[in-house]
């Protein structure tokens, strides 16, 4: 139907739920009142089922969501190498895979926050760290945008950064991420924390593991010499004594007999 005008006063009407057949699959009936020139109150009735809202107004962009209620962000994982402790040159990870979306970013479950003074570079996993510019924001400023700096060697004067999103979400803070736009860049998160990933096996492993096997083979082939010397010194050793008992004294007159 149509909206009323002032002088029709408060009005019944028949509201639609678009569905899989029709576009009136089911039917609600409502009131309005109109209160001035476009203006207007409704008095609603609570939807028989979910997945079902009133519309209001048309060529509006679509509300965002809330990134701190449950779903609406990713829990970005992360290892100590993302710390501002970890100064390693020869580690140049990236990150080129964000694609615009909130992250809380954990340690193990501990919140972590982006550090928000410069940072050196060859930390946090790579050659240039990425830091935020300037405060935290409060839980009341919701959504806020801030730029994040890229140390490339300029004295930390923030010549190059990238434009992203943070909220406080009381107990801990979302991030919306952009990828960056060259390597070796990343974003540093938390203070603590080696450049070793947690139960990454140290980068000499595999020739440790193949020095104890070849000590292992080394002292199995001594212990079998050893083993084959001692057996054969005991043969020896029994074949003299079963001599020795052989021996008659008809035997040992005759050898005395042949010596000089």
């Not at 970013?105 to 919140?111: A, R, T, Y």
């Not at 760290?129 to 140390?151: F, Q």
């Not at 974003?187 to 096996?201: Q, V």
């Not at 440790?208 to 057996?231: P, R």
Request: some cysteine; glycine content about 6%; overall charge positive.
């Amino acid at each position: 139907g149509t909206h009323p005008v002032n002088a029709d006063g408060i009005v019944n009407r028949t509201v639609c739920v678009v569905g899989v057949r029709s576009y009136c699959d089911k039917q609600y009936e409502i009131r309005i009142k109109a209160c001035g020139v476009n203006e207007y109150v409704y008095y609603l009735r609570k939807a028989q089922s979910c997945n079902e809202g009133y519309c209001f107004g048309k060529d509006l962009p679509c509300a965002k969501p809330n990134p701190c209620e449950p779903g609406n962000s990713k829990i970005l994982h992360v290892d100590g190498d993302r710390s501002t402790s970890c100064k390693e040159k020869s580690m140049s990870l990236c990150d080129n895979t964000f694609n615009n979306e909130w992250y809380r970013v954990q340690k193990n479950g501990i919140d972590l926050k982006m550090p928000n003074t410069c940072v050196d570079q060859y930390s946090c996993g790579t050659k240039y760290p990425i830091y935020l510019s300037g405060s935290e924001p409060a839980i009341t400023d919701k959504v806020v945008s801030r730029k994040a700096c890229v140390n490339d060697g300029n004295m930390c004067t923030c010549s190059r950064f990238y434009n992203i999103q943070l909220r406080n979400c009381s107990t801990y803070i979302v991030y919306n991420l952009t990828s960056v736009q060259s390597c070796p860049e990343r974003y540093c998160f938390g203070t603590e924390g080696n450049c070793k990933k947690e139960g990454e096996k140290p980068s000499n492993f595999l020739e440790y593991i193949l020095a104890v096997v070849a000590g292992i083979v080394m002292l199995f082939i001594i212990a079998s010499i050893v083993s084959y010397i001692l057996y054969k010194k005991s043969l020896r050793i029994k074949s003299i004594h079963s001599e020795g008992k052989c021996q008659t004294p008809e035997n040992e007159e005759q050898l005395k007999k042949q010596m000089p």
